[in-house]
């Protein structure tokens, strides 16, 4: 699956309206993430971070959340933060392969310039359980 320019700037100006969302207190290190569905819904998430450190939730995985409350199937992701080519960490590497190996991670280098990898690059030879 290739995304189109466009649909990569779009992801991109959603996770960015997310992150300025991010409720990041303790790092104030704002993360935005826009997950694009195979139906053309995108669903976004921002990082919520709690005075205790551990219970933080990253912006990746709380748009998965809303994407799976949907019924929706992810097919890529965008991540923005206030650093560029922000990838998204081992845990929710992780999380997103349990939805798609497949799916496309678009990440933003400078203002024009953005990277699509894909997540099985990310995360080669991911763990997986087969379901009961
Ligand atoms: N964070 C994310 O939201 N996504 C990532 O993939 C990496 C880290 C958040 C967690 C924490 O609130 C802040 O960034 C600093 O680690």
Do not use: W
Request: glycine share 6%; hydrophobic share 50%; proline share 5%.
């Amino acid at each position: 699956m290739k995304l189109a320019p466009v649909v990569i700037r779009q992801l991109i100006e959603k996770a960015s309206e997310a992150k300025s969302k991010a409720y990041a207190p303790y790092s104030r290190f704002p993360v935005g993430a826009a997950i694009l569905a195979e139906d053309g819904r995108v669903f976004t998430g921002c990082n919520v971070e709690n005075a205790s450190f551990g219970l933080t939730v990253c912006a990746e995985r709380n748009a998965v959340a809303a994407a799976v409350l949907a019924g929706a199937r992810p097919v890529a992701v965008a991540i923005v933060g206030n650093q560029h080519d922000l990838l998204p960490c081992g845990a929710c590497r992780q999380v997103l392969a349990e939805f798609n190996q497949d799916l496309l991670v678009v990440t933003q280098k400078t203002n024009a310039e953005t990277e699509v990898r894909s997540l099985r690059q990310l995360l080669p030879a991911a763990f997986a359980l087969e379901k009961a």
